[in-house]
Nanobody
Framework: QVQVVESGGGSVQAGGSLALSCVAS????????MGWFRQAPGKEREVVAT????????YYSDSVKGRFTISQDNAKKAVYLQMNSLKPEDTAMYYC????????????????????WGQGTQVTVSS
């Protein structure tokens, strides 16, 4: 069974840090993309960061660039999201997802391109 499982998250004050982990199983891990997305109440799900497993190319949304870092451990089939300098507007449910394809080695950023999703983990940042 193909699945991804997130862990980490929690509550932190503004300016603090949190780390999320995502472990994949049940499918060939190489040559695809993993992404972190988030969804705040009343808002659409949006991309946060992506990483190309086959080549480590990364993407960050403008809202997190310079504060978040996505990384991978291929041996563990794991992807991580280190979140620093957190802001109240980062509060959301964070999801890990896998996309089976890429656009010439560049990961997609649209949610519909990702076919396997985790259950989500809550991140709450208080001011």
């Amino acid at each position: 069974q193909v699945q991804v499982v997130e862990s980490g998250g929690g509550s932190v004050q503004a300016g603090g840090s949190l780390a999320l982990s995502c472990v994949a199983s049940g499918y060939r891990y190489s040559s695809n993309c993993m992404g972190w997305f988030r969804q705040a109440p009343g808002k659409e799900r949006e991309v946060v960061a992506t990483i190309y497993i086959g080549g480590s190319r990364t993407y960050y949304s403008d809202s997190v660039k310079g504060r978040f870092t996505i990384s991978q451990d291929n041996a563990k089939k794991a992807v991580y999201l280190q979140m620093n300098s957190l802001k109240p507007e980062d509060t959301a449910m964070y999801y890990c997802a896998q996309s089976p394809g890429t656009s010439g080695g560049t990961c997609y950023t649209r949610t519909y391109e990702y076919t396997v999703w985790g259950q989500g983990t809550q991140v709450t940042v208080s001011s």
